[in-house]
């Protein structure tokens, strides 16, 4: 079991690119998030996946996308990267939604210039 | 809004010591919380959660204490190792809210 993988594990970003983080993950689980990690701060929800087909805003959702592509994988893409999206994005699963613990993925750097 | 947070940015202790990293919460309905660890360049991993029907919940070497009278938490370490030298966040399970965290050092 590999759990959650991220790709790629790093990416620097020119403002105005495009990209898509990658995640998948081995768990037959549910549920999918994306978060980001800002320095010296926790973590803020960006998208969520209840389940295959559904996909909902979270706190930060401006920006960015999302796509459930089937039950194993979830991708977040930047359309038009700008400074601010300078973050550690990790993203997680879960057996199911809210009030079950989730397993994260080991986080992808971007820094975008 | 629901505030997740924790009382202090940074915790040192000496190795052996038992270590306690506090957190509070706003939201009166809450019902579940899990304490995620978090290693340098890692995601978090989880550690160990309680539901509100439940006061305290034992692990190794951990335990979690749940006031909900004050709505506060907090998670006990004992002998703290150079291990547990991470991140620590607490959250609750319903919507995903994660406080700032709190760093522990654990000094030799």
């Known amino acids: 079991n590999a759990g959650v993988t991220q790709t790629p594990k790093f990416q620097v970003l020119k403002t105005g690119q495009s990209m898509t983080l990658q995640c998948a993950q081995d768990m037959n689980h549910n549920s999918m998030y994306w978060y980001r990690q800002d320095p010296g701060m926790g973590l803020r929800l960006i998208y969520y996946s209840a389940s295959e087909g559904t996909t909902d805003k979270g706190e930060v959702p401006n920006g960015y996308n999302v796509s459930r592509l089937n039950k194993r994988e979830f991708s977040l893409r930047l359309e038009s990267a700008a400074p601010s999206q300078t973050s550690v994005y990790f993203c997680?699963?879960?057996?199911?939604?809210?009030?079950?613990?989730?397993?994260f993925g080991p986080g992808t750097r971007l820094t975008v210039l | 809004g629901e505030n997740v947070g924790l009382h202090l940015p940074t915790l040192s202790v000496q190795e052996g010591d038992n270590s306690i990293i506090n957190c509070a919460y706003s939201?009166?309905?809450?019902?579940?919380f899990i304490w995620y660890k978090q290693e340098s360049g890692k995601g978090p991993q989880f550690i160990i959660d309680i539901r509100s029907n439940m006061d305290k919940r034992q692990g190794q070497r951990v335990t979690v204490l749940l006031n909900k009278t004050v709505k506060h938490l907090s998670l006990q370490i004992a002998a703290t190792q150079p291990g547990d030298s991470a991140v620590y966040f607490c959250?609750?399970?319903?919507?995903?809210?994660f406080g700032p965290g709190t760093r522990l050092s654990v000094l030799p």
């Open positions: 997680a699963s879960s057996e199911a939604g809210g009030g079950d613990t989730q397993y």
């Open positions: 939201n009166s309905a809450s019902d579940y």
């Open positions: 959250a609750r399970g319903q919507n995903f809210v």
